[in-house]
């Protein structure tokens, strides 16, 4: 059975850092896709990162040059390294993952995102708080 589970949330003042790292267990197939997704409150969960099992990354444009994913293979761990966070960024953050080897992806109102509906794997959340 496939688990995610995130750490790493915590609360922040206006242009500090995070990592975001997410284990996974239980996830035997070679090819994937993972990423990392938000919600904040009273708002519709958002793709922000995804990255495909040969390293390929793709970033929503909020997030473009602040954030970075990554992956350990060795470690079954997914990162996400958070620079210059804004009080905008205040969220839940969940990692998932798909079979696939390409990231499904949508377009919202012109910007690219990682779609969430693809994702069939998901982690419980951690939560991230940026304060001005």
């Known amino acids: 059975q496939v688990q995610l589970v995130e750490s790493g949330g915590a609360s922040v003042q206006s242009g500090g850092s995070l990592r975001l790292s997410c284990a996974a267990s239980?996830?035997?197939?070679?090819?994937?896709?993972m990423g990392w997704f938000r919600q904040a409150p009273g708002k519709e969960r958002e793709g922000v990162a995804a990255?495909?099992?040969?390293?390929?990354?793709s970033y929503t444009a909020s997030v473009k040059g602040r954030f970075t994913i990554s992956q350990d293979k060795a470690k079954n761990t997914l990162y996400l390294q958070m620079n210059s966070l804004k009080p905008e960024d205040t969220a839940m953050y969940y990692c998932?993952?798909?079979?696939?080897?390409?990231?499904?992806?949508?377009?919202?109102?012109?910007?690219?995102?990682?779609?969430?509906?693809?994702?069939?794997?998901w982690g419980q959340g951690t939560q991230v708080t940026v304060s001005s």
């Open positions: 239980g996830y035997t197939y070679s090819t994937y896709c």
């Open positions: 990255i495909e099992s040969d390293g390929s990354t």
């Open positions: 998932a993952a798909v079979t696939s080897a390409h990231c499904p992806e949508r377009m919202i109102a012109g910007t690219w995102q990682p779609n969430l509906g693809s994702y069939n794997y």
